[in-house]
């Protein structure tokens, strides 16, 4: 990479990292960012860095991150990477009790996330798309074309702006889950037959389909760890969404397991929501980490009969 093109990237790390609403984020000020930002150190790692040939991991970007969040406070027990994660957990779902803890830690948990934001927005533009690992959102001009086009165009703010993605990736390193790989292959999948039927000519809301299947499994990041999160993720994708007021959205995403009923009491969205989620499944491998793969329909056929209750003949008919 040349000299040219690694400052132009240095530049657009210091401008992202100096907004004044990165800034009010994080509670740092402006002359302590520059100072964090020296050229020659971030120079010296970008050649290192780029040109971008696979994508990074969470660890690689805090390897070199971890000198600056050191200036900002001491670092959490459990470790920076997990902290952060749990940060972000709490932007999604707050608690009480996580209020306190988090204050001393926000700055560094911060500027960790937005180096995460800035590496993977950089890394997608160079990267081929894969359907497990990303999502590709619709443009807004898209999405102005149907119903719920203003409430999405909320929906990918939000999702930026709280840091979801850079939540999940964190979730795929810190934890022995691998959601995003699931979530991102939902997406995919129903984006797929979303257009196909949308072009066959059903009447199938993309902006409704893509947010729903993105926010499917939002719920899952809410649960706490008593909790039993096959049941009660659907209350907290509903809670998500209700309280960033997207009840189009929200209601096909929290509901994204009404699979026993009559196809007729169903919209397009829903049938083809609840279709991928089925189609795109997760089993564990030696090490213990969730493997995703896109199902066979006599696998996902199979995984809702075994998941229904009370399945009689009638039923399983039905």
Known sequence: MSKKEVRKVYDDLTAALTSREFLEEAGLQRETMMMILNRDYWEAQMKNLIPIRKRFTCRQLFDISRWAMALMGPEPEEGWMLFTYRYVCHILYPEESFKAEMEKYRSGAVYYLAILRFFFDLERSCIPFEPMKDFRFLEDDEARRFDTGEEYIRFKQYWHKEYIYEMMRLNAEVTQFNTLEHIAGVHYVAMVMARGLLKAGAPIDLALMSGAAA????????????????????????????????????????????????????????LTLIYSDFRVKQSKGKDGKEMTRISSLADAYNVIIHKMFNVDAAKEQR
């Not at 929200?250 to 919209?267: F, K, R």
């Open 215 to 270: 926010g499917h499994d939002l719920g899952k990041f809410g649960c706490k760890p008593n909790e039993k999160v096959p049941f009660m993720h659907y209350y907290y994708t509903d809670l998500w969404f209700t309280a960033h007021d997207m009840h189009y959205i929200g209601h096909i995403a929290a509901n994204h397991s009404t699979w026993d009923l009559e196809p007729q009491n169903l919209s397009v969205e829903s």
